[in-house]
């Protein structure tokens, strides 16, 4: 798999940070090569990165991990076409924010392996871009950066994954074998 740390500070509250980039359907605003994220159902998603040519990859993620105001942890579901994995770390820094990326991702092999290798081609400068659109959009700030927020202490984030609680986390999860995610931040 590769893998890319990057980092970044923005000048704006964690809870503000932590806000813009939770809900998911932010993401293309900044991601290059995100088209769309739609949120499929509590703890799931839908990804579709661009292409070359007009091709496009699609993909399911799952939260793994998710610490209000800290960190969002993800993973491509079992049968997803793209392999990839992450966490997402909000470090408070006076009254600014430390963005902390990890990620991994394997492409599959064939065609479509081809393809996922051309959307994530250079993938250490293309997060690092990423997080610099996501800075200058925060500190432009929120409200006119396009971006849906919701301010730290109200549990309702629309539609993206905050709508999803501690209780509907067990529920979902009532009965279910744990799966083996080790979180890529702390692999060696």
């Known amino acids: 798999m590769t893998k890319v740390k990057k980092e970044i500070l923005v000048h704006a509250p964690v809870e503000a940070v932590y806000g813009a980039w939770h809900n998911f359907e932010n993401l293309p605003r900044f991601m290059e090569n995100i088209e769309e994220v739609r949120v499929v159902s509590g703890s799931r998603s839908h990804w579709k990165a661009k292409g070359p040519l007009g091709k496009s990859a699609e993909w399911d993620a799952e939260i793994t991990m998710d610490e209000k105001n800290e960190s969002i942890g993800w993973r491509s579901i079992d049968d997803s076409s793209v392999t990839t994995a992450g966490r997402v770390s909000f470090v408070p820094v006076s009254d600014s924010t430390r963005i902390e990326v990890t990620m991994e991702y394997d492409a599959p092999a064939g065609p479509l392996g081809d393809l996922a290798a051309k959307i994530f081609s250079n993938p250490d400068k293309q997060v690092e871009e990423d997080l610099?659109?996501?800075?200058?959009?925060?500190?432009?700030?929120?409200?006119?950066?396009?971006?849906?927020?919701?301010?730290?202490?109200?549990?309702?984030?629309?539609?993206?994954?905050?709508?999803?609680?501690?209780?509907?986390?067990?529920?979902?999860?009532?009965?279910?074998e744990p799966t083996a995610v080790v979180d890529p931040a702390t692999r060696l």
Do not use: H, W
């Open 132 to 176: 610099r659109r996501f800075q200058e959009a925060i500190e432009r700030g929120v409200a006119g950066s396009g971006f849906a927020y919701e301010p730290a202490g109200n549990e309702t984030f629309g539609s993206s994954m905050g709508a999803t609680t501690e209780a509907d986390i067990e529920a979902m999860n009532a009965g279910a």
